[in-house]
């Protein structure tokens, strides 16, 4: 005899799950002793947003869910930002969240919650345990739900008194999703079609890739000359040093870059979905129906076709047809495209921007000087735009952001990237008001002998809402000015190292610094709040 939390954490082991994250809640305080002695490592941060937004980032990293726990009410409303991130970004990810007994339940109980509606639109399934001998059943369908077609968040409830009931019960076995396949005969019409056009490009983007998939990427790409840009935050997705690579698809990309996309003749879609950011606002394409031939690959049906109608759509992971498909190319040359390559070195090259701090020359030198797996997470505003501008990524998952445009991302996933890879350089490069979002988890890093780099760039300002109302209300700024604790001292409240910046030439030495510490460094940035973008200052 079990009780159900012990049962549910036996679900997990059967599962392969090493690591969950979670914040302590009354509601599952079941699940947290089955937790004791379990084996599996329990990281408990600060707040639930990020703790979601960490098993999110552990999903991103390893293909397989990332596990949170949270508890009812403000806990799971809290955890909802990490959920929505997991949707969007197609991350495969499990939240298991506290719920009043089931006696209890349509009272408005203290905390209630009903799941079902508030996560309905944020994840592929949304269930509640209510019988204890179900619980094997609801967690091996979560796994397979997580992970299957297009991945993404599941949410499980669970009612107090069935996590501490106790029952005899069978364990499910490990999941075992259906697998995808695709055939030799259609990948070669494929092939054929890239072959046949005159001004061919593919966009690649969405879950599901490997390392083993970015290497056939450059070869499949370099076989037939294919010219590769990124969709938004996929940028590592293809060594960026590749002579086929040509830059980032997305929000404001390289003119002459979108004006390529725009007269493609034969556009290859692999793996990204054809939303907002991809289609650069719905701009790069015609909507319903593009007048370059689309050919969309994708693990969900569902998507293809969605906005844009595909001359020929495959319904199968980005990785399974790379795999066939480098097979088909062997021996085939094609010359890269060195006018579209060209055209993405001179994007590379810095523009002076505003400030005795430059952006442009900061991401420059940490492009130099990080390792080649150093992964450098980050979250939304326009302190990114630098980052996704003038940093060469040069290996698979090394860019962890989330393609949601979620503020507060960079820290807890930098948590969870150095937890996976404490081997490996981690950096978090976020904005003044990203990083308050969740600064919090730098505790959570220091507990758990995480360490980790936080490059902060502090203007003072909202920049991106900032950079949005010049544009539309000129000189009439409103609600984006903030007052900053210093950052820097932050980081030696926890015992860490701290470094303020003020002149671009300084940031050497104190990355170095940071790279030699043992423990965690802050790095502040002081830039000025005129420099809101990489191509245009606030005037």
Not at 45 to 72: C, D, N, S, W, Y
Not at 403 to 418: E, R
Request: hydrophobic share 40%; net charge negative; charged share 20%.
């Amino acid at each position: 005899m079990r009780h159900g939390g012990k049962i549910l954490v036996d679900q997990l082991k059967i599962q392969g799950v090493e690591r969950v994250f979670c914040v302590p809640g009354e509601s599952y305080l079941a699940a947290l002793d089955g937790l004791y002695e379990s084996g599996i490592e329990t990281i408990v941060g600060r707040q639930e947003g990020g703790v979601a937004m960490m098993a999110e980032a552990h999903g991103k990293l390893t293909g397989a869910p990332g596990i949170a726990f949270v508890t009812r009410g403000p806990g799971a409303t809290s955890a909802s930002a990490g959920v929505h991130v997991a949707f969007q970004d197609s991350t495969p990810m499990i939240l298991f969240v506290g719920q009043v007994a089931s006696d209890q339940r349509d009272r408005e109980a203290f905390q209630e919650v009903d799941y079902r509606q508030m996560y309905g639109p944020l994840a592929k399934w949304v269930a509640e345990i209510d019988r204890i001998d179900r619980i094997p059943e609801y967690v091996s369908r979560a796994f397979h739900v997580a992970v299957s077609g297009r991945p993404g968040p599941v949410v499980l409830s669970l009612p107090e008194d069935m996590l501490s009931a106790r029952a005899d019960v069978l364990d499910a076995l490990p999941a075992n999703p259906a697998q995808q396949m695709v055939c030799d005969e259609v990948i070669r019409e494929v092939i054929d079609c890239l072959k046949r056009a005159q001004r061919p490009f593919v966009i690649v983007g969405g879950s599901g890739w490997s390392t083993d998939a970015a290497r056939n990427l450059g070869k499949f790409v370099g076989a037939l000359g294919l010219p590769v840009g990124a969709s938004f935050r996929c940028q590592d997705y293809l060594d960026n040093r590749h002579p086929n690579y040509v830059g980032d698809v997305a929000i404001a990309p390289n003119p002459e870059l979108a004006e390529q996309v725009q007269n493609s003749d034969c556009l290859l879609i692999l793996g990204a979905r054809l939303g907002e950011m991809t289609s650069s606002g719905y701009t790069l394409f015609d909507v319903p129906n593009p007048k370059q031939g689309l050919i969309h690959i994708h693990a969900d049906a569902d998507e293809i076709g969605r906005i844009y109608r595909p001359e020929f759509g495959l319904v199968c992971r980005a990785a399974d047809f790379l795999d066939r498909a480098v097979c088909l190319t062997k021996g085939i040359t094609q010359q890269s495209p060195a006018v579209a390559r060209k055209s993405y070195e001179t994007w590379q090259e810095p523009s002076p921007t505003p400030g005795a701090v430059k952006m442009e020359q900061i991401i420059h030198h940490l492009s130099q000087v990080l390792a080649e797996d150093a992964i450098i997470a980050n979250g939304a505003g326009n302190y990114a735009a630098w980052l996704h501008r003038y940093f060469c990524y040069k290996s698979y998952r090394t860019q962890l952001a989330p393609t949601s445009g979620s503020m507060g991302y960079g820290l807890p996933a930098a948590v969870a990237a150095k937890l996976n890879h404490p081997d490996r350089e981690v950096i978090c490069l976020a904005g003044d008001g990203c990083f308050q979002m969740t600064m919090q988890e730098f505790g959570t890093a220091v507990q758990y002998g995480a360490k980790i780099i936080v490059i902060v760039v502090n203007n003072g300002v909202y920049g991106t809402i900032r950079m949005h109302q010049q544009r539309d209300y000129p000189d009439r700024p409103s609600g984006t000015t903030m007052l900053n604790p210093d950052f820097a001292t932050l980081a030696t409240c926890y015992g860490c190292s701290g470094e303020v910046v003020t002149k671009t030439q300084d940031f050497e030495a104190a990355f170095a610094r940071a790279q030699a510490s043992e423990t965690s460094t802050i790095i502040e940035l002081r830039t000025d709040p005129a420099a809101v973008s990489p191509r245009t200052p606030i005037t």
